[in-house]
């Protein structure tokens, strides 16, 4: 089992920027790959970020490509969002997912692949 406890989300100025945080806990060393996942009114929720445990690779969906940056802490206890730049379109309840399965690389980006996910922080942008 693995717990997951997201924050930092909150309310910022179109250009703005937010870092938010996702606390985790119980088996997290058989944790493969971290993400963010982002869930918008009337929309699917749809794949954000992520980042290999092992190698340290990350992956960014293309229209967060240059502005937002993942990242884990030394004990890959934490896994961080940098947010900068933010648009209106940014807004969303975003989520953090963990999985434990040694799926491929490829894999990465869906959300089918993640076991464990948080319970989510609001994130809205203003024009």
């Known amino acids: 089992q693995v717990q997951l406890v997201e924050s930092g989300g909150g309310l910022v100025q179109a250009g703005g920027s937010l870092r938010l945080s996702c606390a985790a806990s119980?088996?997290?060393?058989?944790?493969?790959?971290m993400a963010w996942f982002r869930h918008a009114p009337g929309k699917e929720r749809e794949f954000v970020a992520a980042?290999?445990?092992?190698?340290?690779?990350?992956y960014y969906a293309d229209p967060v490509k240059g502005r937002f940056t993942i990242s884990t802490d030394n004990a890959k206890k934490s896994v961080y969002l940098q947010m900068n730049n933010l648009k209106p379109e940014d807004t969303a309840v975003y989520y953090c997912?963990?999985?434990?399965?040694?799926?491929?690389?490829?894999?990465?980006?869906?959300?089918?692949?993640?076991?464990?996910w948080g319970q989510g922080t609001q994130v809205t942008v203003s024009s």
């Open positions: 980042i290999s445990t092992s190698g340290g690779s990350t």
């Open positions: 119980g088996r997290t060393f058989s944790v493969y790959a």
């Open positions: 997912a963990a999985t434990v399965r040694p799926y491929n690389v490829l894999s990465i980006v869906q959300t089918k692949i993640y076991d464990y």
